[in-house]
């Protein structure tokens, strides 16, 4: 981080001395203005007379899930209301229901407590929960009463 800052620091440096010259006497024919390009994933300064490289960066974060929970827990599915029920249409991987094995197909009867017989009895059983819960979930999957453990992310 220190040694991307100090190349930084360089980078507008050379600038101001480059508009400085450039002010008194004009940009000289063979230097152009700095500017910073990508090459192989280091920052290269070019218009120096010998090009600055910043250090390469560190190893790129893991790819971001879905939503990162602040504070409220998401089960992380899509839920369509049908005659059967609150239907899941979507689990999201590495979601909460993912985790526990709910599938596109399941028809929620309970979370908790509370009985679903409409997508917004999804999010008041939701509401009473913190991040981090183990809540006993019901689905019908074919037919099939299924239990199942959701720890809420």
Do not use: N, Y
């Amino acid at each position: 981080m220190f040694s991307r800052v100090r190349a930084w620091a360089k980078t507008v440096a050379m600038a101001s001395a480059l508009s400085a010259f450039s002010a008194c006497a004009g940009s000289p024919p063979d230097v152009a203005e700095p500017r910073a390009v990508l090459a192989d994933s280091r920052e290269t300064i070019v218009g120096a007379s010998t090009p600055l490289r910043a250090e390469a960066p560190a190893e790129p974060a893991p790819p971001a899930s879905p939503r990162v929970s602040v504070g409220r827990p998401w089960l992380g599915i899509e839920m369509r209301l049908e005659p059967q029920g609150v239907v899941v249409e979507r689990v999201f991987r590495g979601s909460a229901a993912d985790l526990a094995g709910l599938q596109p197909g399941d028809v929620l009867v309970t979370l908790g407590d509370v009985g679903i017989t409409q997508p917004t009895d999804v999010h008041a059983a939701l509401a009473t929960r913190s991040v981090g819960e183990r809540v006993a979930s019901s689905v019908r999957r074919r037919g099939e009463l299924r239990l199942f453990a959701v720890v809420l992310r």
